[in-house]
């Protein structure tokens, strides 16, 4: 049996949903609204298990489901040498996410990477400690200032409401997901013009470290009219 | 195992024997210290963990800094240390490195000559690996800074590149912006946008007519930004290096009282017996090693991999870490369990 891990609320949910029907695939939440069930039709050996969507690569990359429905920033962040464990096999052009640096949009100063840089030297000499970037891509944010060779900054753990942290004085500048870049004008800020860190979008990957014995991928990929990943 | 206790006890005897006092440092040390060293880039690198009392702290992820916190508190002058026990990296998945390993360490802290300091620590390791089949690599970040110290430009474009001497791209791409006749449009001050953050319309304004001016300045000298190129492209043995490092001075004289030290290192070097003609020197060696070498850097290298040994001067660790007191330092470490395989 196949266990097909998606997420397991919101929008993601239904889009994912939409995904698979499209393809000539059901797949339904049973029970009650606030029941974690669900069954698949269209398809015969498939399994679905809803869970978070932050939770889906863990998942993947303890070989506890077989094919997950979470974004590219999800595993990249959580999961290190995640190619080793995990591989794409469809981008579902959905869920689309940027992983952006934001800072307050009157720094007229401040307009790429470089002079993120050049005023975090500055503003640790004015105020005495580095400069702090709210985010919850710990891991993402680091590698990319590190390959930039920005100094003098600090990574603050925010898990929600980032955009708020700079108004709130707990935060300098921010590193978060956007899509629209509503939020961030909203709350005063303008993403920096180099690019984002990581361009995101919902993917269906599969587990490297799954055991697959008894599972019939390729009939599933045939259904879906996907090809067949490579997982050995 | 047996074989690794007996080479750091081998390693020790040695440093003590050269004079050093046994040292110890605490496995748990504070965070902040640290980061405020090295940066956000060493919390990928060290252990975190947290004490309800202590706050924040990490496995010590070397001891150079603790030992240079113990000195700076109540050492007295001259001093020699030397210290062994585990020190702790966290290691991306799959590159098999360790995580913990054993570091056996030798500190020298001594005003009276530099040179002769830095000649007797490469001495030393040199002795205490003369049984193994590495090889020496030497630099001097020291030339570097003094190139870059003497650049004929600005004092802001001199410390922007002096910040990021270790980071290779940012310095990169700060001496780009710097060669060439500035393109930027400097925007006026958005006084519509509301003022959020810690960071005033001060700080803002100040910058931006820090960069109106900045723009104004002629592009680095291509001859001065040519020796530099030259310096980070050196590598050779020691005494050619040297007569090489003498020709680019012509260009960037400020350079010279560093290769004068250079050149006095050396004949301590030879004075210990060292066989400096066939002595390795490159002009980017250590830039992208640990960021607080600031001078005389080596290595010493097996075939491949990681080196087994490494060390340098770091005087402006001491100050950073002296609380307004600073002493001249250098020391180095060597990895036991890496000479194993070497033997």
Same mark, same amino acid.
Not at chain 1, 148 to 158: K, N, P, R, T, W
């Given at each position: 049996? +196949?266990?097909?891990?998606?997420?397991?609320?919101?929008?993601?949910? @239904?889009?994912?949903?939409? =995904?698979?029907?499209?393809?000539?695939?059901?797949?339904?939440?049973?029970?009650?609204?606030?029941?974690?069930?669900?069954?698949?039709?269209?398809?015969?050996?498939?399994?679905?298990?809803?869970?978070?969507?932050? @939770?889906?690569?863990?998942?993947?990359?303890?070989?506890?489901?077989?094919?997950?429905?979470?974004?590219?920033?999800?595993?990249?962040?959580? +999961?290190?040498? =995640?190619? &080793?464990?995990?591989?794409?096999?469809?981008?579902?052009?959905?869920?689309?996410?940027?992983?952006?640096?934001?800072?307050? *949009?009157?720094?007229?100063?401040?307009?790429?990477?470089?002079?993120?840089?050049?005023?975090?030297?500055?503003?640790?000499?004015?105020?005495?400690?580095?400069?702090?970037?709210?985010?919850?891509?710990?891991?993402?944010?680091?590698?990319?200032?590190?390959?930039?060779?920005?100094?003098?900054?600090?990574?603050?753990?925010?898990?929600?409401?980032?955009?708020?942290?700079?108004? #709130?004085?707990?935060?300098?500048?921010?590193?978060?997901?956007?899509?629209?870049?509503?939020?961030?004008?909203?709350?005063?800020?303008?993403?920096?013009?180099?690019?984002?860190? /990581?361009?995101?979008?919902?993917? $269906?990957?599969?587990?490297?470290?799954?055991? =697959?014995?008894?599972?019939?991928?390729?009939?599933?990929?045939?259904?879906? #009219?996907?090809? #067949?990943? *490579? !997982?050995? | 195992?047996?074989?690794?206790?007996? &080479?750091?006890?081998?390693?020790?005897?040695?440093?003590?024997?050269?004079?050093?006092?046994?040292?110890?440092?605490?496995?748990?040390?504070?965070?902040?210290? $640290?980061?405020? /060293?090295?940066?956000?880039?060493?919390?990928?690198?060290?252990?975190?963990?947290?004490?309800?009392?202590?706050?924040?702290?990490? $496995?010590?992820?070397?001891?150079?800094?603790?030992?240079?916190?113990?000195?700076?508190?109540?050492?007295?002058?001259?001093?020699?240390?030397?210290?062994?026990?585990?020190?702790?990296?966290?290691?991306?998945?799959?590159?098999?490195?360790?995580?913990?390993?054993?570091?056996?360490?030798?500190?020298?802290?001594?005003?009276?000559?530099?040179?002769?300091?830095?000649?007797?620590?490469?001495?030393?390791?040199?002795?205490?690996?003369?049984?193994?089949?590495?090889?020496?690599?030497?630099?001097?970040?020291?030339?570097?800074?003094?190139?870059?110290?003497?650049?004929?430009?600005? &004092?802001?474009?001199?410390?922007?590149?002096?910040?990021? !001497?270790?980071?290779?791209?940012?310095?990169?791409? $700060?001496?780009?912006?710097?060669?060439?006749?500035?393109?930027?449009?400097?925007?006026?001050?958005?006084?519509?946008?509301?003022?959020?953050?810690?960071?005033?319309?001060?700080?803002?304004?100040?910058?931006?007519?820090?960069?109106?001016?900045?723009?104004?300045?002629?592009?680095?000298?291509?001859?001065?930004?040519?020796? /530099?190129?030259?310096?980070?492209?050196?590598?050779?043995?020691?005494?050619?290096?040297?007569?090489?490092?003498?020709?680019?001075?012509?260009?960037?004289?400020? !350079?010279?009282?560093?290769?004068?030290?250079?050149?006095?290192?050396?004949?301590?070097?030879?004075?210990?017996? +060292?066989?400096?003609?066939?002595?390795?020197?490159?002009?980017?060696?250590?830039?992208?090693?640990? @960021?607080?070498?600031?001078?005389?850097?080596?290595?010493?290298?097996?075939?491949?991999?990681?080196?087994?040994?490494?060390?340098?001067?770091?005087?402006?660790?001491?100050?950073?870490?002296?609380?307004?007191?600073? +002493?001249?330092?250098?020391?180095?470490?060597?990895?036991?369990?890496?000479?194993?395989?070497?033997?």
């Amino acid at each position: 049996m +196949i266990k097909l891990g998606i997420p397991s609320k919101g929008r993601l949910m @239904e889009d994912t949903f939409a =995904w698979f029907a499209a393809r000539g695939v059901t797949l339904a939440r049973t029970g009650s609204d606030r029941e974690y069930a669900a069954e698949v039709k269209g398809v015969e050996g498939v399994s679905l298990v809803l869970l978070s969507a932050g @939770e889906i690569p863990r998942e993947m990359a303890a070989g506890r489901i077989h094919l997950g429905v979470t974004g590219t920033d999800m595993v990249r962040e959580k +999961i290190s040498l =995640w190619e &080793e464990k995990i591989v794409p096999v469809a981008e579902m052009e959905f869920g689309y996410a940027d992983l952006i640096i934001a800072v307050p *949009d009157f720094w007229a100063d401040v307009e790429t990477v470089g002079d993120l840089d050049a005023v975090a030297a500055a503003f640790r000499k004015e105020h005495g400690f580095r400069m702090r970037i709210a985010t919850k891509y710990h891991r993402l944010v680091r590698e990319y200032l590190q390959r930039q060779g920005v100094a003098d900054y600090q990574l603050i753990d925010s898990q929600g409401a980032t955009e708020g942290t700079v108004a #709130n004085l707990t935060a300098e500048a921010v590193a978060d997901i956007t899509t629209t870049g509503a939020t961030l004008k909203a709350n005063h800020l303008r993403m920096l013009s180099d690019g984002p860190i /990581l361009a995101s979008q919902a993917t $269906l990957f599969a587990s490297k470290v799954a055991d =697959w014995s008894g599972c019939d991928l390729n009939k599933l990929m045939g259904v879906l #009219n996907l090809e #067949n990943p *490579d !997982i050995s | 195992m047996d074989r690794i206790r007996q &080479e750091t006890e081998r390693l020790s005897r040695l440093f003590r024997e050269a004079g050093a006092v046994s040292v110890e440092t605490s496995v748990l040390q504070p965070s902040d210290t $640290l980061l405020d /060293l090295y940066g956000e880039d060493i919390r990928a690198r060290a252990y975190v963990t947290s004490d309800p009392v202590l706050g924040e702290q990490m $496995l010590r992820p070397d001891f150079t800094v603790p030992v240079v916190q113990q000195h700076m508190k109540d050492g007295a002058e001259p001093a020699r240390y030397t210290y062994q026990g585990l020190v702790f990296r966290a290691q991306e998945a799959g590159t098999g490195r360790p995580s913990e390993y054993t570091q056996v360490g030798y500190e020298v802290f001594d005003r009276a000559d530099p040179a002769g300091a830095d000649a007797e620590v490469f001495s030393l390791f040199s002795k205490a690996l003369s049984g193994f089949s590495v090889t020496a690599a030497t630099g001097d970040i020291g030339i570097l800074t003094a190139a870059v110290s003497g650049l004929s430009t600005t &004092e802001r474009r001199r410390d922007a590149l002096l910040r990021h !001497i270790w980071r290779p791209v940012r310095f990169r791409a $700060l001496l780009d912006r710097f060669s060439s006749t500035s393109t930027r449009e400097v925007p006026a001050f958005n006084s519509e946008a509301p003022q959020i953050g810690l960071r005033s319309a001060v700080e803002v304004e100040s910058r931006l007519s820090a960069l109106r001016t900045d723009a104004e300045f002629a592009p680095l000298e291509p001859s001065e930004l040519q020796a /530099l190129q030259a310096i980070l492209d050196v590598s050779d043995v020691a005494p050619k290096a040297l007569v090489e490092l003498r020709q680019i001075a012509k260009d960037l004289p400020a !350079i010279t009282p560093a290769l004068d030290q250079l050149e006095t290192r050396l004949s301590s070097m030879a004075q210990r017996g +060292i066989d400096v003609d066939n002595l390795n020197f490159a002009g980017a060696y250590g830039r992208t090693t640990m @960021e607080y070498y600031d001078g005389f850097v080596f290595g010493f290298h097996g075939e491949t991999g990681v080196p087994v040994a490494t060390g340098g001067r770091y005087d402006a660790l001491t100050k950073v870490l002296g609380q307004g007191r600073e +002493i001249p330092a250098v020391g180095g470490v060597i990895r036991p369990e890496l000479l194993e395989v070497l033997a």
